[in-house]
Structures are given as structure tokens and as C-alpha cells.
């Protein structure tokens, strides 16, 4: 019923920046948390940001200063900026919601995952 679509990971330079936007459709009534989690090679997955439906974020401790998350909820969109890109960065991103529908409250969804490269 719920869908949820990343793009924008890709090959990027250490120092680089890149912006993933996932986009929630299907028979969506409300969007609660939304959330980029990561995991790279050999590693369980982690919490990267979160951003409330009133607009508190939350971010792991090592892209502070580094990344931000960003909603357009006229959208159902959720962003990941991420500048300043370093190597550990590399990971497959995935966008996680809590969204409610019709017939589910506050139903979990992920994405597919989309790759990030960081060369050194």
C-alpha cells in the first residue's frame, strides 16, 4: 500500500557532498517519523538522522555538523544532505517511515536503499 523511493546515492569524491530524497506514495493519511538509516559492508544497520512530523531532528554522532534531514511534507518527501563526505560514509542508505494509511496506524515502511560511495 506504501511505497517508499530513494534516489540520489552515487560516486562521490572524499569532501563531496550528495542530497538522497525518498518519496513516500500509496494511500498515505499521515507521516509520523521519518528516518535515514545506514549500512555499510560487514556492519549491522544504524540510525543516521530522524525528523518528527513537528520537525525534531535527531542525528547519529558522526555526521553532526555534517549532514541534515529535511522534510516537504506538501510532498511526502524526506531529504539527506550530506556535505563533507569521508570515506566511512560508504554505506547503502535506506529511508525508514512511520506512516499511517487507511486500514494501519503508524505502519513501519523502508525504502530499497540507494548506494553512497565515498573515494578517498
Known amino acids: 500500500q506504501v511505497q517508499l523511493v530513494e534516489s540520489g546515492g552515487g560516486l562521490v569524491q572524499a569532501g563531496g557532498s550528495l542530497r538522497l530524497s525518498c518519496a513516500a506514495s500509496g494511500r498515505i493519511r499521515s507521516i509520523n517519523d521519518m528516518a535515514w538509516y545506514r549500512q555499510a559492508p560487514g556492519k549491522g544497520r544504524e540510525l543516521v538522522a530522524s525528523?518528527?512530523?513537528?520537525?525534531?531532528?535527531n542525528y547519529a554522532d558522526a555526521v553532526k555538523g555534517r549532514f541534515t534531514i529535511s522534510r516537504d511534507n506538501a510532498k511526502n518527501t524526506v531529504y539527506l544532505q550530506m556535505n563533507s563526505l569521508k570515506p566511512e560514509d560508504t554505506a547503502v542508505y535506506y529511508c525508514?517511515?512511520?506512516?499511517?494509511?487507511?486500514?494501519?496506524?503508524?505502519?513501519?515502511?523502508w525504502g530499497q536503499g540507494t548506494q553512497v560511495t565515498v573515494a578517498s
Open positions: 525508514h517511515g512511520r506512516i499511517s494509511t487507511p486500514t494501519a496506524f503508524r505502519n513501519t515502511y
Open positions: 525528523m518528527s512530523s513537528g520537525g525534531d531532528t
